[in-house]
Nanobody, 124 residues
Framework: QVDVVESGGGLVQVGDSLRLSCVVTGRSRAAMGWFRQAPGEEREFVAAVRRSGSTVYADLAKGRFTISRDNSKNTLFLRMNSLKPEGTAVYCC????????????????????WGQGTQVTESS
């Protein structure tokens, strides 16, 4: 069993910075990733980190977002800078246990466990 709990969302101004956290407990994971889902939209990949430490970013995140982890605290982070209005969404943390999780970390289908998500609302 794997438990996933996100936190850190809130109401922010466009251009602000925000750091999201995701505490993961349970089995060893091949990859962990952040996705977001806006109302009426499909779940969208943001960033992921493999067990090896290598990272993958969506184009929307490159240059503005940083994914990191603190293994001692079983915590995954997403630092978001220069937030834009289209960033309003529920941000979810996914945990993948399989080899596919490492191979295709940008696909939601590669993840086995998800948290409830944390809402980020950006106002202009």
């Amino acid at each position: 069993q794997v438990d996933v709990v996100e936190s850190g969302g809130g109401l922010v101004q466009v251009g602000d910075s925000l750091r999201l956290s995701c505490v993961v407990t349970g089995r060893s994971r091949a990859a962990m990733g952040w996705f977001r889902q806006a109302p009426g939209e499909e779940r969208e990949f943001v960033a992921a980190v493999r067990r090896s430490g290598s990272t993958v970013y969506a184009d929307l995140a490159k240059g503005r977002f940083t994914i990191s982890r603190d293994n001692s605290k079983n915590t995954l982070f997403l630092r978001m800078n220069s937030l834009k209005p289209e960033g309003t969404a529920v941000y979810c943390c996914g945990v993948g246990l399989r080899s596919d999780s490492r191979a295709y970390p940008s696909s939601a289908a590669s993840y086995d466990y998800w948290g409830q998500g944390t809402q980020v609302t950006e106002s202009s």
